[in-house]
Structures are given as structure tokens and as C-alpha cells.
């Protein structure tokens, strides 16, 4: 086995420092996952507000522009809302180092109106099924491409998931592999809401303890399932 000397972070604010006028939060799940893996180096993607289109395409693109890098870096990847939109913009906008495409974000609960007005639109949107066809593909794509590099990694939803509805949707909820997707049916801002975890009522970031606790059971989600030390 190659020693792990890099952990890979990609997501939303929730994998972010947090500085406001209420929080001055210095740390993130990431860097606790890397302390307890005693993994050196921090390569951290996470930008605030993005989406999981963003997530998956920069990650696969890091490491296809870095290929050396697949055989001893650990990825943690925490899901962000597939109800945002992501598309590519201005060059100095949440750059990412070594990439130079950078991204926005539509919110798509924000533009149901504006989306089903688009002229090119032909039969109506269901905006339900969207997004959780949008989470599965996001997901299921980032997986698949991991396996395929025999890359090491972890998933969670930083953000809730979207409700599963149709056997369609459940045939694509058993595709997840769940030894590498801690607690694939809840979230971190779920875990926030019911432990009263929230940095405020108006701030629904993950305080200190929010971020203490959730990390705590990813390490020991990946101690479990020995996900650093065996092959995928």
C-alpha cells in the first residue's frame, strides 16, 4: 500500500474556516480528518454557496491534471445542495489553485419561473425529480470515477439529500456504496438542526461542536471500514 501523503477536500462552506461577527471558527472536518489519518498535506477545493457539479468536475479534473497524486492521496468529499446550479464564470472568481476554470452558482428553488419560462423548453419541468437526478449523478459520477482510479475516499452529505421518490430513484440510492458514504440518509446540517448545532438561529453553519461531533463519526466511519489502508 502506498503511504497516504495528501487529503483532498472538496465541498461547500460547510468544509470552510467560518468568519463572521458571530463565529470566528478556525478549523474544518477536513483538516480533523487529516489529523487523525496523520496525513501531511491539505489540498482543500471546498468554496462556499457552490454545488455539486462543481464538486465533482474539479475533483476529477485535479486529479486527471495530476495523476501521480491518485495513488497516495485520500479524498473526503462532503455534498453540497444538487439545488444549485453550477456554471463556469469570470477567471478570478472562487479561484481553485492549479485550475483555471472557475465557477457560480444558480439556485435553482430561486428560478422555478425563470426556468420554466426558458423559450427552448418544450414539455414541463418536474423540478422534484430534478434534483434528485441531479444529486445521483453527481454522486454516482464521482464514485465511479474514484473506484475506477482505485483512489481512496469518503463521502457525506454536508447539505440534506433530496427525498427519494420513485423506484427509479431507488434503484440509483442502492448504487451508493455506503462502506465509503458515511451515514448516506442523513447530513451534517441535519445532525446541527436536532443537536442544536447551528453557529445561530440566523447562521445555520455548523458551530465548534457541530464540527467536533460530525467529524468525530466520519473518523470513525473510516476507521471502521478501514477506508485509508485497503484496496477499493
Known amino acids: 500500500m502506498d503511504q497516504l501523503k495528501n487529503i483532498f477536500v472538496n465541498g461547500c462552506s460547510f468544509l470552510t474556516h467560518r468568519h463572521t461577527d458571530e463565529a470566528d471558527i478556525n478549523f474544518n472536518v477536513g483538516e480533523m480528518v487529516r489529523d487523525q489519518g496523520n496525513i501531511s498535506n491539505l ?15 474539479t475533483t476529477m479534473t485535479y ?7 491518485k495513488k497516495n492521496t485520500f479524498v473526503l468529499i462532503g455534498w453540497s445542495s444538487a439545488l444549485r446550479l453550477d456554471y463556469p464564470t469570470k477567471d478570478d472568481f ?74 427509479d430513484h431507488h434503484t440509483l440510492y442502492c448504487s451508493i456504496d455506503q462502506r465509503h458514504f458515511f451515514n448516506v440518509d442523513s447530513s451534517q446540517y441535519y445532525h446541527c438542526e436536532q443537536n442544536n448545532r447551528f453557529i445561530s438561529k440566523t447562521d445555520h453553519h455548523p458551530n465548534e461542536k457541530g464540527i467536533e461531533e460530525w467529524a468525530g463519526m466520519v473518523c470513525n466511519h473510516i476507521d471502521t471500514n478501514k477506508l485509508y489502508g485497503e484496496q477499493i
Not at 489540498?43 to 468536475?57: K, P, T
Not at 486529479?63 to 497524486?69: A, D, G, I, Q, V
Open 43 to 57: 489540498i482543500n477545493y471546498a468554496r462556499g454557496g457552490r454545488g455539486n457539479d462543481r464538486i465533482f468536475l
Open 94 to 167: 472562487k479561484k481553485m489553485p492549479d485550475l483555471d476554470q472557475c465557477w457560480a452558482t444558480i439556485k435553482m428553488g430561486e428560478s422555478i419561473l425563470a426556468l420554466d419560462n426558458l423559450p427552448g423548453r418544450k414539455v414541463p419541468i418536474n423540478h422534484i425529480d430534478w434534483e434528485v437526478q441531479r444529486y445521483f449523478q453527481n454522486v454516482l459520477g464521482l464514485q465511479n470515477y474514484l473506484k475506477l482510479n482505485n483512489i481512496k475516499y469518503v463521502m457525506y452529505n454536508a447539505l440534506p439529500p433530496p427525498t427519494i421518490r420513485k423506484n
Open 63 to 69: 486529479f486527471e491534471k495530476f495523476p501521480h497524486l
